[in-house]
């Protein structure tokens, strides 16, 4: 596993690699776990050569504080990557992703003014900035990323299409720790009993899509929010019940679309999301 910090080192390793090997890229911001393993080891699993980035993208933070405690552990991150056999690890400085301030605006219509894109305003257009850079320097066949971010799914599909890149975008199920609770890098920053509690949101999504056939779609909303915001330590910021394409608020369990209920709560300062498939 070779480790690099700019584009003129990544760029001379896919070179020596080989230059018929398709590469798997797997994005991330680092504080990996066993979420992100997973992604690795299917790039690893289904590509000759695997780059995996490790990069915390300050454009895509709304919230400068969020950004300052954002866990930054790369030594252990190059530790679990080890593990993987994945080929190159590329960290580069914010210097190297952005010599010049990236003023691009994205423009993904009602994609990014609902949920994640409502409540962090320029959050999306932040990740497409990296995202497009990163793809721009990696230059991969196939890119891979979590569904527990599935708007950010969503919006990084519709990016490919719109910029016309050759890269497909593989989803990859979220993994959950033992309790339900979605893995993310913020958990780290929960103590043990916040991290016991927020084990409610998946609990209660799960039992959302039980009681789905009981209750109408509005009715089930509100209990979600109910049900959580009744735990002391969760605040609910939304709850919606979306299609899977074009993110819109479904009305009635008819429609003929995939639905999606997608939530963000906070526990205490940290702001953690997840979501489930109705169908
Ligand atoms: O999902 C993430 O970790 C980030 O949003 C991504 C895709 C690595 C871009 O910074």
Redesign the pocket.
Known sequence: MKLVGTVKDLQKELMQASDTAGVGFV???GALHEGHLALVRRAVAENQLVVVSI?V?PT?FNDPKDLERYPRTLENDLKLLESTACHIVFAPSVQEVYPKPDTRKFNFGMLETVMEGKFRLGHFNG?AQ??SRLFDMVQPQIAY?GLK?FQ?LVIIKNMVKQLGLPIEIVACDIVREKSGLAMSSRNELLSAEQRENAALISQTLFAAKQLSTQKNVQELANWVVDTINKNPFLDVEYFEIVDDEQLQAVNNWNEENTKVGCIAVFCGKIRLIDNIVFN
């Open positions: 994005p991330t911001m990069f993208n895509q990740v990296v995202v990323f971010d950010q």
